[in-house]
């Protein structure tokens, strides 16, 4: 599902069939219709949000130094919600840390709520993720890992900063321009529509079958 694993399997594997589409999305009808605000998020808005399950490759300590230095703490709440080990210090009145696992039927709120989302991630060769910030039409500032640049191609849904930079994320977070939040949640919208519509993985799967019938033509038997 990422196009430079893609191409590293084209290039290794010259003489297998290699085929690309694009990740599908994350949303189910559960996430989609959720209604269940999380108890730790009652009268929270606007806040800066980073969801899923702690893993180190995912920078989240990488956020929480950054948003300490950064200005924005004077404006937004951060909110990391999701389950794992976080290896630094959270405990701090701007810092809102919700170490679970959060059932689907939070999601909505949590995204609805939230004044952009923040993917830090050091590294990721293919993930979900953008699909579910989009789906909720939310500005993002992203890592410029591969996979995440090679999704969000021209979007203006994002900021982009250089991975494992704690300066370059505290950048990203000082100049996020609020005054275009509007903009941006319509340019996520689009994004959603344009990379994870049931329509297009359905187009992407119908074209890799045909490919593959081309090839291996399929013999019907009574």
């Known amino acids: 599902n990422g196009r430079n694993q893609f191409h590293t399997l084209r290039g290794r594997y010259q003489n297998k069939l290699t085929f690309f589409g694009k990740f599908p999305t994350l949303i189910t009808h559960k996430i989609a219709d959720g209604k269940i605000e999380p108890p ?14 702690i893993e180190e490759y995912k920078g989240v300590e990488l956020l929480v130094e950054a948003y300490l230095k950064s200005s924005i703490r004077k404006k937004c709440k951060l909110v990391i919600a999701g389950k794992g080990e976080i290896n630094t210090e959270t405990n701090h009145p701007d810092i809102i840390c919700i170490n679970r696992y959060i059932d689907d039927d939070e999601v909505a709120p949590l995204y609805q709520n939230a004044a952009l989302v923040v ?78 519509a049931s329509s297009m993985l359905r187009d992407e799967l119908m074209q890799i079958y045909d490919e593959l019938d081309y ?8």
């Open 119 to 196: 993917y830090p991630y050091i590294s990721a060769t293919q993930s979900g993720v953008l699909s579910v910030a989009s789906y909720f039409k939310k500005p993002m500032i992203v890592s410029d890992v591969p996979f995440f640049i090679e999704t969000i191609g021209d979007s203006r849904c994002c900021k982009i900063f250089h991975k494992s930079s704690i300066s370059s994320l505290t950048s990203a977070l000082d100049f996020f321009d609020f005054n275009e939040i509007s903009s941006m949640s319509k340019a996520s919208e689009e994004l959603y529509n344009n990379q994870y």
């Open 40 to 53: 730790e998020l009652k009268g929270e808005k606007d806040y800066i949000l980073f969801f899923g399950r």
């Open 215 to 222: 090839f291996y033509p399929i013999k019907l038997t009574n």
